[in-house]
């Protein structure tokens, strides 16, 4: 998996009309904050056909769902929400959504539990996929759970309502940006704990023993106070032993990549590398839990920023 699409962030996005509440789109965008300037016509480039028409601006984005690990997926979790009543994601006996005219959903209710159909499902649920709401009555859709669909205990579920429950007045983009520059500070925090812990390791795995030598990839546990270093692929091996030792199946290359005749996005059918990818593992030294999608991403921002390694320029 290359640098940028480890890096970069993206993600999938609720919208719904300040003016016609009950009126949805479904996007993705590796840019929530300009992306919701396109729909609402600040830029004149970009936006969709179905977000420019008279009296639906403005427009305000909803709810997220990011931590994607690159474009494709992305896209495809977007494709899948859009065509939820033929997407291969949601088995048939399954399916909230039944026709093409009702889509993503037909209404808010429908639409977030197709969401948590497919955080659920095994083409995404191993992913480390996170949802942010930032609407009261989103959020009380996804708890109640009107079509029965259980919440799926995996996902990360964080809320940034407004205290007084009024609709924006325009687009929420200062609470969108509020919301990337925290996504941005705990990664960093991440990233700061894990280069102070290798400045002061020996840069020895502690599952194999050997010297994690520049440029090897390497990880490092999250978890205060414990040190551990590792060889980002020892990790992997034993996150992947101690999954299938739980029985747990792994992503296969066929179950993310989905092509239908009837779409406008043509699924990109490229490796991506996730054939053989863990969820989650225990550290070999303090034991606690670790998401692999995390490990694997700061494992990348330490690769760059470290000196004296191949990335450098």
């Keep these: 998996m290359t640098a940028d699409k ?19 789109y479904v996007g993705s965008t ?30 305000r984005v909803a709810m997220l769902v990011y931590g994607f690990p690159s474009l494709v997926t992305a896209l495809q979790f977007e494709h899948a929400w859009q065509h939820a009543y033929q997407t291969r994601h949601i088995p048939r006996e399954n399916r909230i959504s039944l026709h093409k005219t009702s889509g993503s959903g037909r209404d808010l209710h ?10 659920m499902a095994p083409g995404f649920s ?20 009107k079509h029965g669909v259980l919440f799926p205990d995996h996902v990360r579920v964080d809320r940034d309502v407004q205290k007084d429950s009024q609709p924006y007045p325009t687009g929420n983009y200062e609470e969108l940006q509020k919301f990337r520059d925290v996504v941005r500070e705990d990664e960093n925090a991440l990233l700061e704990r894990s280069l102070s812990t290798l400045a002061d390791s020996d840069r020895v795995c502690s599952i194999c023993e050997k010297a994690v030598e520049r440029p090897e990839a390497v990880a490092v546990c999250f978890h205060s106070p414990c040190a551990a270093v590792f060889h980002l692929n020892c990790l992997n091996e034993k996150f992947l032993e101690e999954e299938v030792a739980k029985g747990n199946g792994l992503i296969q290359d066929s179950e993310i990549v989905e092509t239908t005749e009837d779409t406008e996005v043509k699924e990109s059918t490229e490796t991506t590398s996730l054939s053989a990818t863990p969820s989650k593992g225990r550290c070999s030294k303090c034991n606690k839990v670790m998401n692999w999608p995390d490990v694997a991403k700061i494992s990348q921002l330490i690769q760059e920023r470290e000196p004296n390694n191949d990335n450098d320029e």
């Design 6 to 24: 480890i890096r970069d962030f993206y993600c999938c996005y609720l919208l719904r009309s300040v003016s016609k509440p009950r009126s949805f």
């Design 110 to 119: 429908a639409k977030t539990a197709n969401c948590k159909l497919l955080l």
């Design 126 to 145: 191993r992913l480390g996929l996170r949802v942010h709401v930032f609407d009261n009555d989103v959020y009380d859709a996804w708890c109640l759970s």
């Design 30 to 59: 590796p840019d929530p904050v300009r992306r919701l300037r396109q729909h609402n016509g600040d830029l004149k480039r970009g936006g969709a056909y179905r977000t420019k028409k008279v009296g639906y601006r403005p427009w």
